[in-house]
């Protein structure tokens, strides 16, 4: 004999069903509250700021390590013509016309210089020459730096970069992640113009909440496993802009508006 189960609808009457919604609502608060300050949610405040600071197409995009995220989608229904890199395979529920999937190492790929008008690098420098985790098999201390330097080499001058990194106290935490504090932070970002920077972090109900910048990079760390309930660190939300040249050692940026922000006159 097996068991089996059969799911049978139940119609409430409107006030019934608000009723207990509001009452599951408040046990999963309650369940938050209860359980350490930890990671979970992180992806909801990266990709909603990122959808927000999106700039229309049309154009050419980049999307590095894309993951289960659905950001390439979204850049391409915004009018770009997207190609998602990540070390692993994809397997997305859709296909998209303006959409396609390359497997490979974005330090080693031959990306023309100057092919991009946006990049979105959503989670993912913080993990560049960690080996054991999302495919990389050799340790590069410095490849999140030399990942950054590269991708502004595939940026067309004026390009922008929607940025989100584990901001905290300066530490790495083999083969997790990297966190970027007053330290490192500035090494990672040398090169562009920040347009926009957000901070988050989290508050003692568990909730991820907007903060300022000092308290975001003095913020303590922890990522002693892969699992969220164990790890925390703040969010650093960064629209970047790909100077338009250089000269006499200044950096000279663009006009182009991002978020409805011009950038620095020539």
């Not at 139940?10 to 509001?22: F, I, M, R, S």
């Amino acid at each position: 004999m097996r068991r089996a189960t059969i799911t049978i609808p139940v119609y409430l009457p409107d006030w019934l069903h608000g009723a207990l919604q509001a009452l599951r609502r408040t046990h999963e608060a309650a369940r938050r509250a209860r359980l350490p300050v930890n990671l979970l949610g992180d992806r909801d405040i990266e990709w909603s700021w990122i959808s927000a600071h999106m700039p229309p197409g049309p154009g050419s995009a980049l999307d590095v390590g894309p993951g289960t995220s659905c950001l390439a989608l979204m850049a391409a229904q915004r009018g770009f013509v997207v190609t998602a890199v990540d070390l692993q395979s994809a397997s997305w529920p859709y296909v998209h016309p303006r959409l396609r999937f390359t497997q490979g190492d974005v330090l080693t790929l031959a990306f023309p210089s100057g092919q991009f008008d946006l990049v979105i690098n959503c989670s993912t420098i913080e993990h560049v020459g960690l080996a054991g985790r999302y495919g990389v098999t050799h340790d590069r201390p410095d490849g999140d730096l030399q990942a950054m330097r590269r991708l502004a080499d595939t940026m067309r001058p004026g390009g922008i970069m929607l940025l989100t990194v584990p901001v905290g106290r300066d530490a790495v935490f083999p083969p997790y992640c990297r966190v970027y504090g007053s330290a490192r932070l500035p090494h990672l970002l040398e090169g562009y113009l920040v347009e926009t920077e957000t901070f988050w972090v989290k508050d003692q109900q568990n909730r991820w909440q907007p903060s300022d910048r000092q308290s975001a990079l003095s913020f303590e760390a922890v990522a002693a496993s892969a699992e969220p309930l164990s790890t925390v660190y703040a969010l650093g939300c960064f629209a970047l802009r790909k100077p338009r040249w250089e000269r006499g050692g200044d950096v000279h940026g663009g006009t182009a508006p991002v978020d409805g922000v011009e950038g620095p006159a020539c």
